[in-house]
C-alpha cells in the first residue's frame, strides 16, 4: 500500500529552537517524490522542500531541511531556528506512479506546529 | 503577484443547489487540480487536468464535475449539493504535466463550503 504517515498531531518548539516533524512513507515504486507542504491559519498551502528518491544529499531550503533515509523510509522536514510565523500545519506528500502510468500525490493527515516566544 | 485565484472564498448552499467554484492561475502553468480538505481525511484529490483540453478523475469525483475552459481556468460544477460535500476546497496549479518529478504545486487561498 502507497501510504504516508505523520504520527505526530502536534508539536511545541520553543522560539529559535530546531525542530523535526516526522514523516514516514511506503511505496514500491522506486522512482518517488517527496515533499513538504506548510499550511498557516490563513489557509493556503506553501511548497518548503521537495526531496526526489535518486537524490543523493539532503535537501536544502534556508531554514528548512529534509532528513531523508531511505532505508527508513522516513523524510522528515528540520526547522532550524524557529520563528513565530513557523506556527501551522505541516503536511507531508509522495508522488508515486498511479495506474495508467499517470503520478499521483499521496498526503499525510499533517502535524500542527506552534512556536512558543 | 496574484498566483492562484479562488472565488468564492465562502458560500452556504442548501441541500440539492448547484454552484461552481472558479479558479485561475496567471503563471502559465500546464496543469490545474482541485482538492478538498476534511479533518483527519487529509487533502483528496478530486478532478486534475494535465493540460489544457482535458480533464481526469481523481480520488472522489462524485457529485462533482469540472471545466477546463482555457489554460488559466479550471472550474468546479456542484450540481446538487450534498451535505456530505462541506469541505475546503483548494485549486492548484503546477508547470509540468502531470504528477512528474519534483512538479510543484501552487495553491488558492481555498474555498469554505458548508452545505445545510
Known amino acids: 500500500a502507497q501510504k504516508i504517515t505523520q504520527t505526530q498531531p502536534g508539536m511545541f518548539v520553543q522560539e529559535k529552537e530546531a525542530v523535526t516533524l516526522d514523516c514516514t512513507y511506503d511505496t514500491s515504486d522506486p522512482s518517488y517524490g517527496l515533499f513538504w507542504y506548510k499550511q498557516p491559519s490563513s489557509g493556503e498551502m506553501i511548497f518548503l522542500i521537495y526531496q526526489g528518491s535518486y537524490d543523493q544529499q539532503n535537501a536544502t531550503e534556508g531554514r528548512y531541511s529534509l532528513n531523508f533515509q531511505k532505508a527508513r523510509k522516513s523524510a522528515n522536514l528540520v526547522i532550524s531556528a524557529s520563528q513565530l510565523g513557523d506556527s501551522a500545519m505541516y503536511f507531508c506528500a509522495m508522488s508515486v506512479l498511479n495506474a495508467g502510468n499517470n503520478r499521483k500525490l499521496i498526503w499525510g493527515l499533517g502535524t500542527s506546529l506552534a512556536v512558543n516566544p | 503577484n496574484a498566483g492562484v485565484t479562488q472565488t468564492p472564498k465562502f458560500q452556504v448552499l442548501k441541500t440539492g443547489q448547484s454552484m461552481t467554484l472558479q479558479c485561475a492561475q496567471d503563471m502559465n502553468h500546464n496543469s490545474m487540480y482541485w482538492y478538498r480538505q476534511d479533518p483527519g481525511m487529509g487533502l483528496r484529490l478530486i478532478y486534475y487536468?494535465?493540460?489544457?483540453?482535458?480533464?481526469d478523475k481523481g480520488e472522489v469525483p462524485n457529485g462533482y464535475n469540472v471545466s477546463r475552459l482555457n489554460k488559466r481556468e479550471f472550474s468546479l460544477r456542484l450540481e446538487s449539493a450534498a451535505p456530505s460535500q462541506t469541505s475546503v476546497y483548494f485549486c492548484?496549479?503546477?508547470?509540468?504535466?502531470?504528477?512528474?518529478?519534483?512538479?510543484?504545486?501552487?495553491f488558492g487561498a481555498g474555498s469554505r463550503l458548508t452545505v445545510l
Open positions: 492548484a496549479s503546477s508547470p509540468r504535466t502531470g504528477m512528474t518529478g519534483a512538479n510543484v504545486l501552487t
Open positions: 487536468s494535465a493540460s489544457e483540453g482535458t480533464t
